[in-house]
T-cell receptor
Framework: DADVTQTPRNRITKTGKRIMLECSQT?????MYWYRQDPGLGLRLIYY???????NKGEISDGYSVSRQAQAKFSLSLESAIPNQTALYFC???????????FGPGTRLTVL | EDQVTQSPEALRLQEGESSSLNCSYT??????LFWYRQDPGKGPEFLFT???AGEEKEKERLKATLTKKESFLHITAPKPEDSATYLC?????????FGTGTSLTVIP
């Protein structure tokens, strides 16, 4: 089984809809991250969390919110989706004492 | 402003033709530089971490080096299975900044 899983893997939605992307990990890491990837822009950090009660904004948090339900679960929400949020979204985890991030398989989100 | 720039954007090599990918960075409080490989439709896969100028890491046909302002990923005698996008990232304090990647195609 994969250590970092993301659901759904693909999602098409309409402008104005609320959508939640979920990330679960079995690696036991306390740090979790949400990124979006766009062609020509690379990976950009949206939010990161060092534990359940420690959540921080990243480079591009506007229009997004997150919830850390447990150490193993970190969800990303788009309260009112817009077309320029169409992108590939990745979750990543990292251990407290380590530098390496481990990425999930990604969620391809299309907002029409 | 923290920034990571990778070059070239795309690279086509014949099998066995060695080359290098570049990652230049301007960040304050650098804690580490990372190389990842990303295959189409998949998440980035960790390759190397470098912490200080002069450090080198090797794995099969790949060798990563680091100076004070840039890193190189050297690919020796590449094979078609090395075709992928290679991403560079830097850790500045608690955040990670990624470059846009180099798309490598190795032709048999």
């Amino acid at each position: 089984d994969a250590d970092v899983t993301q659901t759904p893997r693909n999602r098409i939605t309409k402008t104005g809809k609320r959508i939640m992307l979920e990330c679960s990990q079995t690696k036991g890491h306390d740090r979790m991250y949400w990124y979006r990837q766009d062609p020509g822009l690379g990976l950009r950090l949206i939010y990161y969390s060092f534990d359940v009660k420690d959540i921080n904004k990243g480079e591009i948090s506007d229009g997004y919110s997150v919830s850390r339900q447990a150490q193993a679960k970190f969800s990303l929400s788009l309260e009112s989706a817009i077309p320029n949020q169409t992108a590939l979204y990745f979750c990543a985890t990292r251990s407290r004492g380590g530098d390496t991030q481990y990425f999930g398989p990604g969620t391809r989100l299309t907002v029409l | 402003e923290d920034q990571v720039t990778q070059s070239p954007e795309a690279l086509r090599l014949q099998e066995g033709e060695s080359s290098s990918l570049n990652c230049s960075y301007t960040v304050s409080g650098l804690r580490g530089l990372f190389w990842y490989r990303q295959d189409p439709g998949k998440g980035p896969e960790f390759l190397f971490t470098l912490y200080s100028a002069g450090e080198e890491k090797e794995k099969e046909r790949l060798k990563a080096t680091l100076t004070k302002k840039e890193s190189f990923l050297h690919i020796t005698a590449p094979k078609p299975e090395d075709s992928a996008t290679y991403l560079c990232a830097v850790q500045a304090w608690n955040q990670f900044y990624f470059g846009t990647g180099t798309s490598l195609t190795v032709i048999p």
